[in-house]
């Protein structure tokens, strides 16, 4: 069963600065999920990783599988980007199947 | 774009009542799944479901709650006596059927209040 770690917790960022966000997880996997979720409470799919780097304009997700290790990053963040961000990994490891979530990270980016 | 759409997005119910919450997977998508988070904490899976029965459940998704494909469109959560702790975000989940890693795409989620 895969126990997933997320940091920090809280972060708040000014209008500008680099953000990241970590995420550990315990089972080795072959596909790990980034989530936005809105303070209304929905959740967007940002990003499904399984080796490398994956970019979505000002979003960047990290992966290394061998560490057990993932990094969100945003450049340049905006008052916009304030959201919880939630890594999620398989379950069982692989890469399929229903998905363990981390806690969270509550951003906050001050204009 | 196609999306995960559930309805209602807002449900509150007595206690002891049933409620069905409804999901539209994308609609190629052969495998669907229902999550929930209570308030402050993360998010929990409650069950899988692929090729019309339940693939897996957690031990959250116990005798009062069922899942069901009643039309081939739709996929509903059905909580036959809700307690108060069943108050939370429900979120449906669907993925495509092919693909390694397959990628679940969330609908905006139902928020259920049991009074």
């Known amino acids: 069963k895969n126990e997933v770690e997320q940091s920090p917790q809280n972060l708040t960022a000014q209008e500008g600065e680099f953000i990241t966000i970590n995420c550990s997880y315990s089972?080795?996997?072959?596909?790990l999920h980034w989530l936005q979720q809105h303070p209304g409470g929905g959740i967007v799919s940002l990003f499904m990783l399984s080796s490398g780097k994956k970019k979505h304009g000002r979003l960047i997700a990290t992966i290394n599988i061998q560490e057990k290790h993932s990094s969100l990053h945003i450049t340049a963040s905006h008052p916009r980007d304030s959201a919880v961000y939630i890594c999620a990994a398989p379950h069982y490891g692989g890469s399929q199947g229903n998905l363990i979530f981390g806690k969270g990270t509550k951003l906050s980016v001050k204009p | 774009e196609p999306e995960v759409t559930q309805t209602p997005s807002h449900q509150v119910t007595q206690m002891g009542q049933e409620v069905i919450l409804r999901c539209v997977p994308i609609s190629n998508h052969l495998y669907f799944y229902w999550y929930r988070q209570i308030l402050g904490q993360k998010v929990e899976f409650l069950v899988s479901f692929y090729n019309n029965e339940i693939s897996e459940k957690s031990e959250i998704f116990d005798d009062q709650f069922s899942v069901e494909r009643p039309d081939g469109s739709n996929f509903t959560l059905k909580i036959r006596s809700t307690k108060l702790e069943d108050s939370a975000m429900y979120f449906c989940?669907?993925?495509?059927?092919?693909?390694?890693?397959?990628?679940?795409?969330f609908g905006p989620g139902t928020r259920l209040t049991v009074l």
């Open positions: 989940a669907s993925s495509p059927p092919t693909g390694l890693g397959k990628e679940q795409f």
């Open positions: 089972v080795g996997i072959s596909a």
